[in-house]
């Protein structure tokens, strides 16, 4: 980690090589107590962010991003 609490370019670089656009993943837990994202919801990677932030299109409709080193998705 960057010692402004976000990741690396290397590490992002990292996580974009992990979740490319197109890749399915499952939520396995969120910090987000205002989201109705819940454990086992599925989505789609639309892209990764300059933060490493994988923005998911949720099949909920949902549109939240998994922030690197807080949230934790799987993939299928």
Known sequence: ???NNFPD???VDLV?????????V?????????SRLKPGDKG????????GTVFVDWDCG?????????D?????
């Open 1 to 3: 980690m960057a010692n």
């Open 9 to 11: 370019e290397h590490t």
């Open 16 to 24: 974009r090589k992990m979740y490319p656009a197109g890749t399915r």
């Open 26 to 34: 499952e939520l396995i837990q969120m910090d987000d107590p205002y």
């Open 44 to 51: 789609t990677v639309r892209m990764v962010d300059d933060t």
């Open 62 to 70: 949902s549109g939240l991003g998994i922030v690197y080193g807080v």
């Open 72 to 76: 934790r998705v799987r993939k299928l």
